[in-house]
Protein backbone atom coordinates (compact mmCIF):
# COMPACT_ATOMS: atom_id res chain seq x y z
CA UNK A 1 0.00 0.00 0.00
CA UNK A 2 1.67 2.92 -0.85
CA UNK A 3 0.76 6.76 1.02
CA UNK A 4 -2.07 7.77 -1.06
CA UNK A 5 -4.04 4.76 -0.24
CA UNK A 6 -3.22 4.93 3.28
CA UNK A 7 -4.64 8.09 3.22
CA UNK A 8 -8.16 6.93 1.18
CA UNK A 9 -8.65 4.09 3.43
CA UNK A 10 -8.64 5.86 6.49
CA UNK A 11 -10.90 8.46 5.76
CA UNK A 12 -12.93 5.74 4.73
CA UNK A 13 -13.19 3.99 7.77
CA UNK A 14 -13.70 7.20 9.71
CA UNK A 15 -16.81 7.88 7.58
CA UNK A 16 -18.44 4.39 7.04
CA UNK A 17 -17.89 3.80 11.50
CA UNK A 18 -18.43 7.42 11.74
CA UNK A 19 -15.41 7.66 14.24
CA UNK A 20 -12.94 10.27 13.53
CA UNK A 21 -10.18 8.05 15.92
CA UNK A 22 -9.63 5.66 13.80
CA UNK A 23 -6.25 5.96 12.31
CA UNK A 24 -4.58 3.73 9.26
CA UNK A 25 -1.16 2.99 9.36
CA UNK A 26 1.56 1.43 7.26
CA UNK A 27 2.66 -1.80 8.44
CA UNK A 28 6.94 -1.61 8.59
CA UNK A 29 8.39 -3.46 6.18
CA UNK A 30 5.14 -4.78 4.49
CA UNK A 31 3.68 -3.32 1.63
CA UNK A 32 0.77 -5.47 1.31
CA UNK A 33 -1.31 -4.60 4.80
CA UNK A 34 -1.63 -1.80 6.99
CA UNK A 35 -2.89 -1.28 11.02
CA UNK A 36 -6.17 0.39 12.35
CA UNK A 37 -6.46 2.00 15.84
CA UNK A 38 -8.62 3.68 17.40
CA UNK A 39 -6.87 6.25 18.97
CA UNK A 40 -3.72 4.14 20.50
CA UNK A 41 -5.26 0.86 20.71
CA UNK A 42 -4.95 -1.91 18.31
CA UNK A 43 -7.62 -3.02 16.76
CA UNK A 44 -7.63 -5.04 13.63
CA UNK A 45 -5.22 -5.50 10.08
CA UNK A 46 -5.81 -4.19 6.58
CA UNK A 47 -4.74 -6.83 3.67
CA UNK A 48 -4.57 -6.13 0.08
CA UNK A 49 -6.66 -8.57 -2.12
CA UNK A 50 -5.06 -8.36 -5.57
CA UNK A 51 -6.84 -11.58 -6.88
CA UNK A 52 -7.97 -11.64 -10.48
CA UNK A 53 -6.67 -8.37 -10.88
CA UNK A 54 -9.49 -7.05 -8.95
CA UNK A 55 -8.02 -4.75 -6.10
CA UNK A 56 -10.18 -4.80 -2.81
CA UNK A 57 -9.38 -4.71 0.97
CA UNK A 58 -10.14 -7.59 3.71
CA UNK A 59 -10.22 -5.96 7.67
CA UNK A 60 -9.58 -8.64 9.90
CA UNK A 61 -10.45 -7.84 13.76
CA UNK A 62 -9.62 -10.49 16.37
CA UNK A 63 -11.75 -10.23 19.35
CA UNK A 64 -10.38 -11.98 22.55
CA UNK A 65 -12.78 -13.80 24.52
CA UNK A 66 -11.22 -11.78 27.96
CA UNK A 67 -12.94 -8.42 26.62
CA UNK A 68 -16.04 -9.64 26.33
CA UNK A 69 -15.89 -10.76 29.43
CA UNK A 70 -14.82 -6.81 30.32
CA UNK A 71 -18.92 -6.20 28.95
CA UNK A 72 -20.54 -8.49 31.47
Known amino acids: MDVQ ?3 KLDAY ?3 VFGNPKIRVV ?3 KKD ?3 EV ?3 EEFVGVLFVDDEDDDRSFQFQMAILEEDLA ?3
Open 13 to 15: LKR
Open 26 to 28: PRP
Open 5 to 7: EVR
Open 37 to 39: YIG
Open 32 to 34: DSA
Open 70 to 72: DIG
